[in-house]
């Protein structure tokens, strides 16, 4: 089996359901189980980047705060952090197993993995 790094050729979204290892958390160099694969169009060598979700955080412009307060009704959720990559090394029908290529940080299953972004420059 080979097969090179390459952009997924349809913009998928899939989530992290777990890893091998049976730790706790998962770090790079670590094989996990993504929920899409080859029907959904996932090959071997897809590069996908990985994703937690923001913070949710409540308050008025200029006065945002973590805790739950009954005054304040607006809630923000902020945006997706990038937290590494991960390379699809096994497409099964469902469900894919991929190698975690780099993390910035340790992270737990639930992750989003997503294509990665063309960035323009004009």
């Not at 390459?6 to 899939?14: C, G, K, L, T």
């Not at 979700?53 to 990038?82: C, E, F, W």
Request: no cysteine; net charge positive.
């Amino acid at each position: 089996m080979t097969f090179a790094p390459s952009e997924s050729a349809v913009d998928i979204q899939a989530s992290v359901l777990g890893h091998l290892d049976g730790r706790g958390y998962i770090a790079t160099s670590q094989v996990v189980v993504l929920d899409r694969g080859h029907l959904d169009g996932l090959i071997a060598g897809n590069v996908l980047q990985l994703y937690r979700p923001g913070a949710k955080v409540m308050g008025n412009k200029g006065r945002y705060h973590y805790q739950t307060d009954r005054k304040i009704g607006q809630k923000h959720q902020l945006s997706d952090i990038h937290i590494g990559e991960v390379m699809v090394i096994r497409p099964y029908d469902y469900f894919s197993l991929a190698m975690v290529t780099r993390s910035t940080e340790p992270f737990r299953a639930g992750v989003q993995a997503r294509p990665p972004r063309q960035v323009i420059y004009e």
